[in-house]
Every structure is written in C-alpha cells, then in structure tokens.
C-alpha cells in the first residue's frame, strides 16, 4: 500500500459520505475501496477515489437512483461525457416535475385547512376538573418528557399533550422521530373528551410540584392549565395549536417480542458494534445506529455491521437509550416489526405506557 491512501473513516471525513454509506456502496459495488485487510476486513482507498466519493455524495444529496449514480460514476472519467448530462438532465427534470406536483397538492391541502380552520364546528371551549395522584402523574411525566419536540418550525410538538377521556389521563409527547405514552388513572371527570398541550416549561414546572404521595388537583378551562398540590400551585397557558392525533400512531401490526433486562441491555449497546451514522436532519449532526434482530430463542442481537439480515432493525442508539432510562423498569419488552416499522419499548407490568421509535434506513 502507498502512503497516499485513505482509510474509511479518513474517507468519510474528507467526501461527506458517512462511514455506514461506504460500507454500503461498497457492498453495492458503487465505490468499492482499493484494498481490504484480509484479516480485520478494514477498507483502504486510492488518493483518486476521493473524487468519486464526493461525487458520490452530491449525486445522493441531489436524491439520485442508485441504478444512475452507478451509469454517472462509471462515465465520469470517460472521454465522452454526453451520457453523464443526459442522466443529469434527465434527473433534473423528475425533481422539476415532482416539485411542482407537491406545490399543487401542498396548495390544495393548505386551502383545505382554511377552510376547516374557518369552520365554527371546529372552535370549542373546553373545560375539565380532576384529581390525580401525584406519585402516579409524576411517573408518567418522567416516562414522556424525554420525547418532545425542540423543533421551532413545528411548535405543536414542543410540549406534551394531555389527553383526558373518562377515569383516565394519557400523557403523550413526540418529536417525530420518537413518541412516548404514559397513561394514569383520575377521578373527578365525568366531562366529554378534553385535549391540552401543555408546553414544556410549564410541565416542567407541574412536575417539580409533585413530590407528594396526595392527590392533586388538575383544572383545564379552556386554554388555561392549573396544578394544585400539597406543595404549592402553578398555571400557565396551552400551546394554542393542535396536537396530531397520537392513535392512529400507535397502532401498529405485532412484531417479534423480547424481554430485555435493561441494565445488561443498556451495557451491550453502550459497548457493542454501531454503524457509524451520517448527518442527519432532526439534529444537525452525526450519531451512531444500533443495528438489532430478534433471534429465534427470543434474545436481542446487536448486530454487527456486515449482519445484513433482512430483519434487523435501525434506530438511533441515543434514542434508544433514552428511552429505556424513560422505561424505569429492571425489565423491558423491545418489540421489532419489520425494518421500516416503529421499534416499541414497553413495560412488562403496563401496557399503557411505552415508547416507539422511528427506525433508520442504513442504506441511505
């Protein structure tokens, strides 16, 4: 080998594709490295194979099919280049075309929504009373704060929902990427169904309120929120926008089962294989992804990554730590669907009160 070359993760600094997407295109023999150590299976690149990496890269920024990145890359360095502008051309024109479809439909959906944002039948006055016991509240809190949203451009997610139907109140927060529920009993309400989101600081602010093991007292009068406990009182206003409607989220087909003892699980994830992940849009910056499967005597593999078996599933290993930390439970049930399917954590002894998370395609 020359001194020249390039090991993968200097390749990944150096071209902007992550090191998960060259091990990709590797396997899919769009950029395969110049040598690979036969014994730690480490990938090494020419000085040349720079330049194809970033192009590589631009071409799938630019949302380019696979199959032409491969006809662009191969003509690339050739002499005639009519083949590479025309795939160019042609591609160019499919994002012309597709965006200028989403501005129809986006200009239907947005006078759809005048017109129900005008509708009187969709403006009420809500109002609902209830005790609550606090140890109870303070859990379900604690089991859904850590989902919600930052994301300034979508402020309905930045707080939590309380969702208070019969003898029960749901707590539910989600920033798309990952949602948690938590339900705790009431008493008290015998009103119709009654929606608030809550914004952060002001759940926070109940939260610090519940230290006590005596009821407390929960009043919604429209957008007006109050808690009153052994411990003092707080009030604030609702976020003055619409929660999405959380169950049509949540009901998804049953995966594979596997109880996890957290502790143990935490420790594996924390020290085991990751696939180096790629910046990403809901934060800005890199993280790592824990590859997992469910094998047949029922145990969860974090895999390594040359395990492409078709059933593993990605998630965002931060993500994914939270929210067993969020599960506050020795023991655990991590639920698997298919590799496009939310990942589920929940509690053995409570159904009601659990977390999904949004799986992420490592072939991106």
């Given amino acids: 080998m020359e001194s020249e070359v390039r090991s993968i993760g200097e390749m990944a600094r150096d071209s902007g594709l992550g090191v998960s997407a060259l091990r990709f295109y590797d396997r899919a023999g769009v950029l395969v490295p110049a040598w690979v150590d036969p014994v730690s299976g480490y990938r ?50 499919r994002l012309e075309l597709g965006l200028s479809d989403a501005r129809s439909e986006f200009s239907t959906l947005r006078a759809l929504l005048d017109r129900r944002e005008t509708d009187p039948m969709t403006t009420h006055h809500t109002t609902a009373r209830l005790s609550v016991p606090a140890p109870e ?63 952060l600081p002001l759940a926070d602010a109940i939260r610090a309120l519940l230290t006590g093991e005596a009821p407390v007292r929960l009043t919604v009068d429209g957008d007006h929120v109050t808690l009153e406990s052994e411990d003092g009182q707080t009030s604030g206003r609702s976020l003055g926008h619409e929660f999405p409607d959380y169950r049509r989220l ?38 790592d992804l824990s590859v997992l499967r469910v094998s047949e005597n029922g145990s969860v593999i974090v895999c390594d990554d040359g395990d492409n078996d078709r059933n593993n599933v990605a998630v965002n290993r931060e993500y994914l730590l939270h929210a067993l930390a969020a599960g506050a439970r020795d023991e655990l049930v991590l639920e698997l669907g298919a590799p496009t399917a939310p990942l589920s954590i929940r509690r053995p002894d409570d159904e009601g009160t659990f977390s999904l998370l949004m799986p992420v395609r490592l072939e991106n």
């Fill in 44 to 93: 090494w690149y020419e000085p040349g194979q720079l330049l194809e990496a970033r192009l590589l890269a631009r071409l799938r920024r630019a949302g380019m099919p696979l199959a032409d990145i491969r006809l662009v890359l191969a003509g690339w360095s050739g002499t005639d280049t009519g083949l590479v502008r025309r795939l160019l051309q042609a591609h160019l024109r």
């Fill in 137 to 199: 509240l303070a859990a379900a809190l604690d089991s859904v704060r850590f989902a919600a949203g930052t994301d300034v451009e979508l402020p309905m997610l930045g707080g939590v929902l309380f969702d208070i139907e019969g003898e029960g109140l749901r707590l539910v927060a989600t920033d798309r990427y990952r949602m948690a529920v938590a339900h705790t009993p009431t008493s008290g309400h015998g009103g119709p169904r009654t929606q608030v989101v809550v914004p």
């Fill in 250 to 287: 949540v009901d998804l087909p049953a995966g594979r089962r596997a109880n996890v003892d957290t502790a143990a699980f935490r420790h594996v994830l924390e020290t085991g294989p990751v696939s180096a992940g790629e910046t990403r849009e809901q934060d800005g910056g890199t993280y």
